[in-house]
């Protein structure tokens, strides 16, 4: 038994090397392959002036430094490890552990250089490079002395941010004086428009005293025109009361007597 683990040992090793090797190897000539293909475009650039080269090398060693980190993570991503870790499934089927194996790395390798290239794009690293070899050359003609770090991380963190925060500041500034004129207009309007409800009410008061005078004055001219058409009638009622009243008194005088 000890002997059998042992070859098998072995054999995984032997196997994970091999595939290991493999893969770097592919990575290698897929990487080389796509730095070639990426420094190519800015090769005849680079070949115009020698102040050109700087661009040629920082893309070159970002692409190389890409390409060793890759190798090194897939190079410790071998199959000793794979078998090593899924042992049990290894003894079973062994050509299947290492079909599967070969699988994932070529699945993760191809799906680190497509994070890697959609980095580079997604993060425009190509005008960062540009940007960055400007300066560079704005930074050869320029006299005045280069900014060091002063070896105090805070001193160095406030020289950075403090300009941003004073352009920040200055311009919350202006958006506040804007704010508040546009506060004062609007506060105008108001005071202005509370004026006129206030106008309008006191002319709506004075309209429905008028309003309540006039029928006040409407009544009383009423009941005097009533009154001076109902007195006549009134009159005439009271004399033929009166006079009923004597002819009644008249007739019963008459049938006592009789």
């Not at 890697?116 to 003609?141: F, H, R, S, T, Y």
């Not at 020289?159 to 919350?172: G, H, I, N």
Request: aromatic share 10%; proline share 3%.
């Amino acid at each position: 038994m000890e002997e059998a683990g042992e070859t098998t040992q072995e054999e995984i090793r032997h196997k994970g090397a091999k595939s290991s090797g493999d893969n770097v190897e592919d990575q290698s000539s897929n990487a080389t392959g796509d730095v070639s293909s990426q420094s190519s475009g800015h090769g005849n650039d680079s070949r115009r002036s020698d102040g050109a080269e700087p661009r040629r090398n920082r893309l070159l060693l970002f692409n190389k430094v890409m390409e060793k980190s890759l190798q090194k993570f897939i190079s410790d991503a071998n199959f000793h490890r794979f078998a090593h870790t899924f042992h049990p499934f290894y003894k079973k089927n062994p050509q299947v552990t290492e079909n599967i194996h070969k699988q994932f790395i070529e699945d993760l390798q191809r799906t680190i250089q497509d994070d890697i290239n959609k980095l580079i794009e997604e993060g425009e690293l190509q005008c960062k490079l540009d940007e960055l070899n400007k300066l560079e050359e704005a930074a050869k003609n320029s006299q005045d002395p280069a900014w060091r770090p002063s070896g105090v991380p805070e001193q160095d963190l406030c020289s950075f941010v403090t300009p941003y925060y004073l352009k920040q500041e200055a311009y919350l500034r202006r958006e506040l004086k804007k704010i508040l004129q546009e506060n004062a207009v609007l506060a105008q309007r108001v005071q202005a428009g509370r004026e006129g409800i206030a106008q309008t009410e006191q002319r709506i008061a004075t309209a429905v005293d008028e309003w309540k005078v006039s029928k006040m004055k409407s009544h009383c001219i009423g009941g005097h025109r009533a009154a001076q058409v109902l007195w006549p009638v009134y009159g005439m009622c009271q004399f033929w009361l009166w006079f009923s009243n004597i002819v009644f008194s008249l007739f019963l005088s008459f049938f006592l007597h009789l």
